[in-house]
C-alpha cells in the first residue's frame, strides 16, 4: 500500500512558511500572490473589494495577463501580516 508523502496539515504548514516567506522578500508575480491570498484567509472577491477592483482584474494579476502592480503586492502582504489593522486602514482609504 502506497502511502502518502506529506499529510493534509503538513501540507497546510509548508503553505503557510512558503507564503511567510514570499511576503518577507516581497510578492513577485501573481502565482505568489494567490498563494498569499489564500493563505490570508481571502477569496479573491474580498480582495477585490477590498482594493476597490473588479474580481476579474484579481484573477488577470494571479494569471500573469496583468502586470501586478507593486501598491498592490504590498497591500496584500500587509493585509497577511496585519489583516484588522490593513483592512480598516484600506476601508477607510475607500471613503
Same mark, same amino acid.
Given at each position: 500500500m502506497k502511502k502518502d508523502i506529506y499529510t493534509?496539515?503538513?501540507v497546510e504548514q509548508l503553505e503557510q512558511e512558503h507564503a511567510t516567506a514570499?511576503?518577507?522578500r516581497g510578492i513577485r508575480d501573481?502565482?505568489?500572490l494567490k498563494l498569499?491570498?489564500?493563505q490570508a484567509g481571502? *477569496?479573491?472577491f474580498e480582495l477585490a473589494t477590498i482594493l476597490d477592483v473588479t474580481p476579474e482584474t484579481v484573477s488577470r494579476w494571479e494569471s500573469g495577463k496583468l502586470e501586478l502592480p507593486r501598491l498592490v503586492a504590498f497591500a496584500v502582504a500587509e493585509l497577511y501580516e496585519r489583516p484588522l489593522?490593513? *483592512?480598516r486602514n484600506?476601508?477607510?482609504l475607500a471613503g
Amino acid at each position: 500500500m502506497k502511502k502518502d508523502i506529506y499529510t493534509l496539515e503538513e501540507v497546510e504548514q509548508l503553505e503557510q512558511e512558503h507564503a511567510t516567506a514570499i511576503v518577507a522578500r516581497g510578492i513577485r508575480d501573481g502565482t505568489e500572490l494567490k498563494l498569499v491570498r489564500k493563505q490570508a484567509g481571502l *477569496r479573491s472577491f474580498e480582495l477585490a473589494t477590498i482594493l476597490d477592483v473588479t474580481p476579474e482584474t484579481v484573477s488577470r494579476w494571479e494569471s500573469g495577463k496583468l502586470e501586478l502592480p507593486r501598491l498592490v503586492a504590498f497591500a496584500v502582504a500587509e493585509l497577511y501580516e496585519r489583516p484588522l489593522v490593513t *483592512r480598516r486602514n484600506l476601508e477607510k482609504l475607500a471613503g
